[in-house]
Structures are given as C-alpha cells and as structure tokens.
C-alpha cells in the first residue's frame, strides 16, 4: 500500500516589531486566518517548531508557545512522532465566546479608526475590499 505524504505547509507569517500584538499573537491569528480562508487545510503539517523560529527570527519557545496554543483551541493536532496538522474543520468557540471576540474586535477597530477621520462610507468600502480578497485567497 502506497502511503502519500501530507504537505507540509509553508507559513507566510510576517512578524512586525512594531505591531502592539505580542509576537506569539502575531503566529497565532496568522495561522488561525490561513486554516479559516483554506491557505491551510486539514491534514497539512506546519513547520518544526525550530524551522518556523528560524525562518521568522524568533526565539524557538515562542513559536512553541503559540503552536500549544493553537492546539489547545483545536486548530492544530499532535501526532506523536510525526508533526503538527491542521486539525479537522469544525466550530472550535462556542457562539457566545465568538460574539465576545467579535465584539472585543470591532471596539478595538472602531477605537483606533475614528479618530483617523475616514467617512463611513471610505471605511465599509475598504472592510468589504478586505473580506472580498479573502473570499479569493479561499
């Protein structure tokens, strides 16, 4: 029996030292946006821990930390010996804690884009401009 090996995905991840997220969130919600638009799909192998710290310039724990995260949430699966994969597709927060997320995230996005003075108008048409180019990536 022929048995194929699952490709490993490559992780486009840009870490920004000026970002205000803390590095490991920065792995985290790019990893969590690859699997959600499909760049990432289930049964794919991410990199070592040390190849993704070597290729983003991180310190190895970090990379650590937030692979353990992401599958402590469900997103990633251990398969002893073998790596990590992307874990099956299902509803990983129940809808009350998304609400809370979603909720969290538009406060925070209202917060810093008003005081930017964009119409509303300017802002609904750049947030569907975003959303349209991740239906495209999916």
């Known amino acids: 029996m022929v048995q194929h090996m699952a ?8 870490i920004s030292v000026g970002d205000a997220r803390p590095i490991v969130r920065q792995i985290t919600d790019a990893v969590r946006l ?6 990432a799909e289930q049964g794919d ?31 990633l699966e251990s398969r002893q010996g073998l790596g990590l ?6 509803q990983r927060l129940s809808r009350g ?7 969290e995230a538009v406060q925070r996005f209202v917060v ?11 802002i609904h048409a750049r947030i569907d401009l975003e ?6 990536q999916a």
């Open 45 to 75: 192998v991410l990199p070592s821990v040390r190849g993704l710290a070597q290729q983003l310039g991180v310190n190895p724990n970090t990379v650590a930390k937030a692979y353990a995260e992401l599958t402590t949430e469900g997103w």
């Open 85 to 90: 994969f992307v874990a099956p597709r299902r």
């Open 97 to 103: 804690e998304r609400l809370r997320r979603f909720d």
């Open 112 to 122: 810093e884009v008003v005081p930017l003075q964009f119409s509303v108008d300017e």
């Open 34 to 39: 690859m699997i959600s638009t499909g760049e």
């Open 131 to 136: 959303m349209r180019s991740l239906k495209k």
């Open 7 to 14: 490709r490993t995905t490559p992780l486009a991840i840009q």
